[in-house]
């Protein structure tokens, strides 16, 4: 299934979305461009507009589209922190595993920012009690429904901005892989402090957004870490 993914522009609402969003990146972008430096943004601006699908094992095996790096600007996002995303890109199944593997199969998973769906599968497949995937771009969260149709994995996915998003009561696996900027995290990781139970948070290419990785060292432990990895956890809290 894997193939180039074209947004269209639609009715008049879409196509003010639309518009919106790419205003709202272009003033992403100028941020970034001064965060960085010029040169090294255009190489990689050059790098994630240059969209296209390409075959992997995991599609190729599951007959899935879960593939290609998907930039934000195509993409109908009707959500102000728009400007605060990634581009989409999964990271491959085996770095997926690797992710999850520290977070006990008794919790809910929830991917934030999970995109076409592969990590969804994946934790589906590993066991965990519960999966839920967060995507703000509605086309994206189309791709992963129809994905887990596909493979018959029993997920759920929830069309919304991750940063508003309630997170589940109960023993609690966060997977994250750079979706989107601090700006964003701060209100995820102000739910994780406030929260009583079991708590895990494991972040894949953490090094992307070094704010980040500070607001989860200021309220949890890191469990484990390795090259592009850090998971961090937290006990349920005392009442005494």
């Given at each position: 299934m894997s193939g180039v993914f074209c947004a269209t522009w639609g009715s008049p609402s879409d196509?003010?979305?639309?518009?919106?969003?790419?205003?709202?990146?272009?003033k992403k972008a100028a941020r970034e461009a001064r965060k960085v430096g010029l040169r090294r943004f255009v190489v990689e601006a050059v790098n994630r507009f240059s969209y296209r699908a390409t075959a992997n094992d995991f599609d190729r095996a599951n007959r899935t589209d879960t593939g290609g790096r998907v930039p934000l600007w195509r993409l109908g996002i009707p959500y102000p922190s728009a400007r605060f995303g990634a581009s989409y890109l999964s990271p491959?199944?085996?770095?997926?595993k690797d992710g999850l593997e520290n977070i006990p199969r008794h919790a809910t998973l929830v991917d934030l920012g999970s995109g076409k769906g592969r990590a969804l599968i994946i934790a589906a497949r590993m066991?965990?009690?519960?999966?839920?995937g967060v995507e703000f771009a509605a086309e994206l969260a189309d791709i992963a429904r129809r994905n887990l149709v596909i493979t018959g994995?029993?997920?759920?996915?929830?069309?919304?901005?991750?940063?508003?998003?309630?997170?589940?009561d109960g023993p609690l696996g966060i997977y994250l892989y750079n979706p989107f900027s601090v700006e964003?995290?701060?209100?995820?990781?102000?739910?994780?402090?406030?929260?009583?139970?079991?708590?895990?948070?494991?972040?894949?290419?953490?090094?992307?957004?070094?704010?980040?990785?500070?607001?989860?060292?200021?309220?949890?432990d890191r469990a484990a870490e390795r090259h592009g990895l850090i998971v961090w956890s937290a006990r349920k809290k005392s009442c005494g």
């Open positions: 196509t003010l979305s639309k518009m919106l969003n790419i205003s709202l990146l272009v491959t199944e085996e770095r997926i066991g965990f009690r519960r999966v839920i994995a029993r997920a759920e996915v929830i069309l919304g901005d991750a940063g508003e998003y309630t997170l589940p964003v995290m701060r209100k995820i990781a102000a739910q994780l402090d406030g929260r009583s139970g079991e708590t895990w948070v494991a972040y894949l290419n953490p090094g992307s957004e070094p704010a980040c990785v500070e607001l989860f060292d200021a309220i949890m």
